[in-house]
């Protein structure tokens, strides 16, 4: 193959190729033994089409496009090989022959990653918390352990009080409409933070059989059908729960943890250990982000690829758009004006996060090659079994999953070499341990419920 680079600008290289006669006839003859294995055709044997056939019944060009999807990811990696370079998207082909009997000859551009310069790992310190979980934080993990397995009994002789639970039927009417926009029954936690004020004030002290009417202000984001109006509300309380915890004696500990902890210390003990493995879990990713954040900012990226920027904002956008509809919305403008945005503001913001996503991939796939770091056929097994785990689905379909889709192989194989090229960047970086109130009083807290910083 004789190739040259007919022009460069940024990061875009054109490169003047010839593929000797030989191999693309060789391709096409593949493709062709391909089609024949794999096309039925009425009057021949399935694996025994004859070329002439494939000929009359797709065209000689059907079978060329055929060799030149097959070979042509070929001749781009030899290429990215011989001239070093890193092709960050789809490349684009220009041919000027392809025609069996003679030289393959195409212009390819390719779009290839910048120049990256990133700086001695060991200049980069990182401050990690020593794990140190409270004994408040265990008594909290107890009293959680027994509210999800509490029982809800109703209540007699007294109105709805803190924390108990109302199951109530109602309907929901716009404010100058008659006919309801909702008729439904649900439960309401009193205690619940997320209830409005309004409901939660009008639901208090109530009895059962009690009727109530409140009227709510919805926000502009809110379900379309009501959206930036006042809905009424007409609650009919049809019973008062209240709570019951169970009691965690050595005698229950056992069953409620189906034999897991034998007694009340034990399962204190257990508590423990998955408080700390959850902080410890916590702390790691925070090491492992800080390491990366300073990574990027003392890197140096020669240019962000306008095609790879705009790729990144697109699919931002798409999954911004699955999210509204996920939440019953369809128009992005309103629901930008409602938060008193407006689509240029947005357009930015995409840009912004597109731009970083862009640079920050370019800094990984650097830090990747510097280290040779690559995902092998052992990774992968182990991630395998890792999803199988955790979603209870059999080994072989997860493989069967991932073998039969070349996308989300592709995907979970990013992903492999990002986690163990920043795995490899944590291990290079200063790390310097310290007390937890010492982290908390230099980085203004460590929220060990991993909730966020105090």
Do not use: C, W
Request: net charge negative.
């Amino acid at each position: 193959m004789r190739s040259e680079i007919v022009s460069q600008e940024n990061t875009t290289v054109v490169l003047h190729v010839e593929v000797e006669q030989e191999r693309f006839d060789g391709a096409v003859r593949d493709a062709v033994r391909e089609m024949s294995r794999n096309v039925e055709l009425k009057g021949f044997r399935k694996g025994h089409v004859p070329r002439r056939a494939l000929d009359m019944y797709f065209g000689s060009r059907a079978i060329v496009n055929e060799a030149l999807e097959e070979l042509m990811p070929r001749v781009v990696n030899e290429l990215a090989e011989e001239y070093d370079l890193a092709p960050i998207e789809s490349p684009s082909f220009n041919f000027i022959s392809a025609e069996e009997g003679k030289p393959l000859v195409v212009d390819i551009t390719l779009e290839v990653r910048p120049e990256v310069t990133l700086p001695p790992l060991e200049e980069i310190e990182v401050d990690k918390p020593l794990i140190d979980v409270a004994e408040d934080d265990v008594e909290k993990a107890m009293d959680e352990f027994r509210r999800v397995r509490a029982t809800m009994a109703s209540v007699e002789g007294r109105p709805a009080g803190e924390g108990d639970t109302v199951m109530v039927s109602y309907t929901a009417t716009v404010e100058g409409e008659e006919d309801p926009v909702e008729t439904n029954t649900s439960p309401i936690a009193l205690g619940a933070p997320q209830l409005r004020k309004e409901i939660r004030d009008v639901l208090m002290g109530r009895e059962k059989g009690d009727e109530v009417d409140v009227m709510v202000s919805m926000e502009e984001d809110a379900n379309p059908r009501y959206a930036g109006r006042n809905v009424r509300y007409h609650f009919v309380v049809t019973d008062i729960q209240e709570e019951i915890l169970p009691e965690l004696t050595d005698e229950t500990v056992p069953q409620l943890t189906s034999g897991a902890a034998k007694t009340v210390e034990e399962l204190r003990r257990r508590m423990r250990r998955r408080l700390e493995s959850e902080v410890q879990s916590r702390v790691d990713m925070m090491v492992r982000n800080e390491a990366f954040d300073q990574l990027v900012a003392k890197a140096s990226v020669a240019s962000l690829p306008e095609k790879s920027v705009l790729r990144h904002m697109n699919q931002l956008r798409q999954d911004d758009l699955e999210e509204l509809r996920r939440q019953g919305k369809e128009d992005l403008e309103e629901v930008l004006r409602a938060q008193g945005k407006d689509l240029a503001a947005y357009d930015q913001g995409l840009r912004e996060r597109g731009e970083a996503l862009t640079r920050n991939g370019f800094v990984i796939d650097v830090l990747a090659d510097q280290n040779q770091i690559e995902v092998s056929q052992e990774d992968l097994e182990m991630e395998f079994r890792r999803v199988a785990l955790r979603t209870g689905t059999p080994l072989k379909k997860v493989y069967e999953q991932y073998t039969q889709r070349r996308d989300l192989l592709g995907e979970l194989m990013a992903a492999l070499r990002t986690r163990k090229t920043l795995d490899h960047l944590v291990s290079k970086v200063a790390v310097r341990e310290m007390p937890m109130e010492e982290y908390r009083g230099k980085h203004g807290g460590f929220d060990a419920s991993g909730e966020g910083n105090a």
